[in-house]
């Protein structure tokens, strides 16, 4: 037993020797996932939050500004939302700042100072997702500022890094990374069964899922049409994979890479039927830190790199390897207490009550001394976080379709670029870009109340022919001169059976529509 448990353990069978090729893929990887979310925002960052956008991100800092000056609370903005776009804000600034995202994602692509780079990447974004409101409450949003953070702990401390001669990966930095792979993972998962959802537990979620999801591809459409009981299977294999699997991240070679296995596996099927931006692609990566030197030589990499090109220096205890163990160790017990009270939260607000739960806590959430003053400092760096995408299944897929008019008779759609419109539309495939105001108006069509306070704004630039907004949509069917009404009008959708699909060559059934919002207009001038 004790022969068993001391090769399962990862500091006695996985010397820090054996990821030095894994770092080197790592952050390269990372830099790649960084650029594509640079790019993907660059295009949209005017019709979002640029001055002619849908919620303008000066007017949105100028709103903060006077709150926090009316509760005598203005030398704290920084403090309370830090971001850089407090010295401006306008479209120069905006801009300038994807641009250098661009640019600091290159640099971290060929290796040049690593840490200096990760450490104004992680800036450049969160002072990004801070401004951007509803258009950036996206939970791979928060898994990128966390894993670029974390990586900061990885990387070498050299200006041009090479994978020969440089320093061995902390294995405080390894342990950061892998505990963020196990809270992604196994949240996902535990998530879905406190929060009492009966399709999760039932096994029928993918009933449902495959046409209710935000932004299907066409392969949710044949996926929709399986028999019955494989969908109860692939949810059956999917809790294993999330809930038991994500243990095996801190076991020895052999479990490791079998985790390394389910989890890309798992994120491989989950990107064939759903657009999910740059999330499963930023998981991928999250599982390379598995992997080890001898794997990746037999893989790929045996004739480039042999064993001499990798030091094995062993690692020397300086008061730099204290300081680095000492803040993991911090950032490990903060992250346990995020992830606990993830479950907690799930639990109390979405799960049924049941008296004597071990996550009841008497009827309390997490330790309210942590969480006043601790946690709810740290959440507004958005950088140690909670995770569980789906934890509630929705039944049903509401659209809301935005129609325009001259006359107030006649109206016609608007159709968008990615999100369910036309019944003919095969369902496009996007990731890894990630189109916001689609996904949006998946949230919106759930909660339309909630979310009126941005689909107004929306309404408007359409009335005023914002050309910055137009740009996040598709065709326009009022080229000539903006329409004089604008309306919200809700559907039903869902996906044709597969008679209906292959004669007439629809891919999505709707109900009758119902009136969201009466005709709205511009005030005369």
């Not at 059956?236 to 243990?247: D, H, L, Q, S, T």
């Amino acid at each position: 037993a004790v022969s068993l448990s001391s090769r399962m353990l990862w500091v006695r069978t996985a010397p820090l020797s054996a990821f030095f090729i894994a770092r080197w893929m790592f952050l390269r990887s990372l830099g790649v996932v960084y650029l594509i979310a640079f790019v993907s925002l660059w295009c949209q960052v005017d019709g979002l939050i640029g001055s002619g956008g849908i919620v303008p991100a000066a007017e949105y800092l100028g709103r903060v500004g006077q709150n926090l000056a009316a509760s005598e609370r203005g030398n704290e903005a920084f403090w309370l939302l830090p971001t850089i776009c407090w010295i401006s804000a306008d479209d120069v600034m905006l801009h300038a700042m994807c641009a250098a995202g661009v640019v600091l994602s290159v640099l971290l692509v060929i290796g040049f100072a690593p840490i200096c780079v990760l450490m104004l990447l992680w800036i450049d974004y969160l002072s990004l997702v801070l401004v951007g409101q509803d258009f950036f409450s996206f939970q791979w949003d928060i898994l990128l500022l966390e894993t670029g953070f974390m990586a900061m702990f990885v990387a070498p401390a050299h200006m041009w890094p090479r994978l020969s001669g440089a320093r061995l990966p902390s294995p405080a930095g390894l342990l950061l990374l892998r505990f963020l792979l196990f809270k992604l993972m196994f949240l996902s998962g535990i998530t879905k069964l406190l929060s009492g959802d009966m399709t999760w537990w039932q096994l029928t979620a993918l009933e449902t899922h495959y046409f209710t999801q935000p932004l299907p591809t066409s392969l949710a459409w044949h996926a929709h049409h399986l028999p019955a009981w494989m969908g109860g299977f692939s949810v059956a294999v999917m809790y294993i994979i999330e809930i038991i699997v994500p243990f095996f991240i801190f076991g020895s070679r052999g479990p490791r890479h079998l985790a390394c296995a389910a989890l890309v596996l798992l994120q491989v099927l989950i990107a064939a039927t759903g657009n999910y931006g740059f999330f499963n692609l930023l998981a991928v990566m999250l599982c390379v830190p598995l992997l080890d030197d001898r794997l990746l030589r037999r893989l790929a990499l045996k004739r480039r790199i042999q064993d001499r090109d990798v030091a094995c220096v062993p690692a020397i205890v300086s008061w730099r390897y204290r300081a680095g163990w000492a803040a993991a160790g911090l950032i490990l017990l903060v992250s346990t207490l995020v992830f606990v009270r993830e479950m907690v939260q799930t639990h109390q607000r979405e799960g049924p009550p049941r008296k004597g739960n071990v996550l009841d806590w008497h009827g309390q959430s997490l330790q309210p001394i942590a969480q006043k003053y601790l946690l709810d400092h740290i959440d507004r760096f958005r950088t140690i976080n909670g995770y569980g995408l789906f934890r509630t299944m929705t039944v049903r897929r509401p659209e809301i379709v935005i129609e325009g008019s001259g006359d107030g008779v006649t109206w016609k759609p608007y159709e968008f670029r990615w999100k369910p419109g036309d019944l003919n539309r095969a369902p496009p495939w996007n990731a890894p870009h990630q189109p916001r105001l689609d996904w949006q108006m998946w949230f919106a069509a759930l909660n339309p109340r909630g979310n009126l306070h941005w689909l107004a704004r929306l309404s408007q630039r359409l009335l005023e022919g914002s050309p910055e907004v137009f740009a996040l949509l598709g065709d326009n069917p009022f080229p000539d001169r903006p329409p004089r009404y604008i309306r919200l009008v809700g559907y039903d959708y869902q996906f044709t059976d597969r008679q209906t699909g292959q004669q007439a060559g629809e891919w999505w059934a709707r109900s009758k529509p119902r009136l969201l919002t009466p005709a709205m207009s511009l005030p005369i001038r």
